[in-house]
Antibody, heavy 118, light 106 residues
Framework: EVQLVESGGGLVQPGGSLRLSCAVSGFTFSSYTMGWVRQAPGKGLEWVSDINGSGGRTYYIDSVKGRFRISRDNSKNTLYLQMSSLRVEDTAMYYC???????????WGQGTLVTVSS | DMQMTQSPSSLSASVGDRVTITCRASRDIGNHLAWYQQRPGKVPTLLIY???TLQPGVPSRFSGRGSGTDFTLTISSLQPEDFATYFCQNYDGAPLTFGGGTKVEV
């Protein structure tokens, strides 16, 4: 059974940092692209970033470039999102997701809530 | 920037109705389009990928069509569990983009 479990969310002040983690099981982690998708309260889905299986290729939405960094540790079956210079508008539920053969997402975690507020 | 425009943003329907949701891409994306369902308070679930391929386990009343810039999701006979919000997603290269969503209400 595929499982994705996020952690690391919380309340942080503007300008602060957080590191999200996503522990996965039930599939060969290193073979798949993984992504982060966020959803602000009451809003739609917004793709944030993804990373290929080896970790050699990463992509970001413009609004987080230079502030967020996606990475993965294939020996630990864990995906990360290092977030810095956080803004109020980064407040959202952050989901990690497993891509299929292309970057559609067929498995999602339960999400971890990030709140940026003073 | 790449835009995905969904319409309508919301609709009212009854059990048994046929419902169609449209998603338009701002450039040609081939068939690189997926559809998701999100029930209130729940995680999104994949319904369709490659514009028309049904994800295993998804009921056959859901279908997708289109290519290029214009796509549709159709629910042939709405069931009570289908009242939810639906999102399209382009995956034809980064940045990946979601449509704004269509809320299907009673």
């Amino acid at each position: 059974e595929v499982q994705l479990v996020e952690s690391g969310g919380g309340l942080v002040q503007p300008g602060g940092s957080l590191r999200l983690s996503c522990a996965v099981s039930g599939f060969t982690f290193s073979s798949y692209t993984m992504g982060w998708v966020r959803q602000a309260p009451g809003k739609g889905l917004e793709w944030v970033s993804d990373i290929n299986g080896s970790g050699g290729r990463t992509y970001y939405i413009d609004s987080v470039k230079g502030r967020f960094r996606i990475s993965r540790d294939n020996s630990k079956n864990t995906l990360y999102l290092q977030m810095s210079s956080l803004r109020v508008e980064d407040t959202a539920m952050y989901y990690c997701a497993k891509a299929g053969d292309k970057s559609w997402y067929h498995y999602w975690g339960q999400g971890t809530l990030v709140t940026v507020s003073s | 920037d790449m835009q995905m425009t969904q319409s309508p943003s919301s609709l009212s329907a009854s059990v048994g109705d046929r419902v169609t949701i449209t998603c338009r891409a701002s450039r040609d994306i081939g068939n690189h389009l997926a559809w998701y369902q999100q029930r209130p308070g729940k995680v999104p679930t994949l319904l369709i990928y490659d514009a028309s391929t049904l994800q295993p386990g998804v009921p056959s009343r859901f279908s997708g069509r289109g290519s290029g810039t214009d796509f549709t999701l159709t629910i042939s006979s709405l069931q009570p569990e289908d009242f939810a919000t639906y999102f399209c997603q382009n995956y034809d290269g980064a940045p990946l983009t979601f449509g704004g969503g269509t809320k299907v209400e009673v």
